[in-house]
């Protein structure tokens, strides 16, 4: 069974910075690329950041390209995403998601099937 558990959400102010954090267990960890989508309320899960299975190559939403830094620690088997000059509108539910594929680096349907169970992000005004 994969296991994905996120942690590093909170409250922030407009502006300021998160670092949040994706351990994974249970699976291959650096065969696959990783993930991370946010979901407001009401609204569809939206696609925010990927990574390739090395590291190597990242691929971001336009929304948050040259704000947030997705990377991974293969070693550790975790991931990550810095989040920095945070915005209102940035408020959601991160999830940590992993693909069955290697490559894959933007919301392609069917590519991503493995889910953690979310970290509340809440930034502040």
């Known amino acids: 069974q994969v296991q994905l558990v996120e942690s590093g959400g909170g409250l922030v102010q407009a502006g300021g910075s998160l670092r949040l954090s994706c351990a994974a267990s249970?699976?291959?960890?650096?065969?696959?690329?990783m993930g991370w989508f946010r979901q407001a309320p009401g609204k569809e899960r939206e696609f925010v950041a990927a990574i390739n299975w090395s590291g190597r190559r990242t691929g971001y939403a336009d929304s948050v390209k040259g704000r947030f830094t997705i990377s991974r620690d293969n070693a550790k088997a975790t991931v990550y995403l810095q989040m920095n000059s945070l915005k209102p509108e940035d408020t959601a539910v991160y999830y940590c998601?992993?693909?069955?594929?290697?490559?894959?680096?933007?919301?392609?349907?069917?590519?991503?099937?493995?889910w953690g169970q979310g970290t509340q992000v809440t930034v502040s005004s």
């Open positions: 998601a992993g693909s069955s594929l290697s490559n894959i680096l933007d919301e392609t349907s069917g590519g991503w099937v493995y």
């Open positions: 249970g699976r291959t960890f650096s065969n696959n690329a």
